[in-house]
């Protein structure tokens, strides 16, 4: 399938290996592995960061290669657990930074036209993740508004 805001298709990834348990080298313990993750979320980590901070620098210096294999929970199973959640989703915190970006930039760049372009469709997709996640994740009555992105991100 096609891209959104573009012609191309896109390029294949790796998948990840098809098992069920946690690997035999991977010996850690799943009280320690939450402590873990609740402890890096504390220290401002998203999600996906945590996950990667675990494959890399693991738990007592056992690599964790998968937090659900290793848990039975994913990671945001265990922030939600834990009382740990960030504010906002991970996916719309980096969209409306790179939104907030994008307008800065257009301030001292008005004649960018490409860029001009890069944030009208930035913000569509910020619209309409809003729009997905309103009631559920974020307030009811939130709205996209520059000016309070700004100070959200900020503070």
Known sequence: ???MHTRRRGKSGSDRPATDENPEWSDVDASDVEERVVELAEQGNDPS?????????????TPVPNVKLATGKKVTEILDE???TPDLPEDLRNLMERAVRLRDHMEEN???FQNKRALQNTESKVRRLVAYYRGDELDADFEYDYEEVKELLEG
């Open 1 to 3: 399938m096609a891209r």
């Open 49 to 61: 960061q945590i996950g990667m901070k675990l494959r890399d620098e693991g738990v007592t210096g």
């Open 110 to 112: 008005q004649q960018d």
């Open 82 to 84: 834990h009382d740990a």
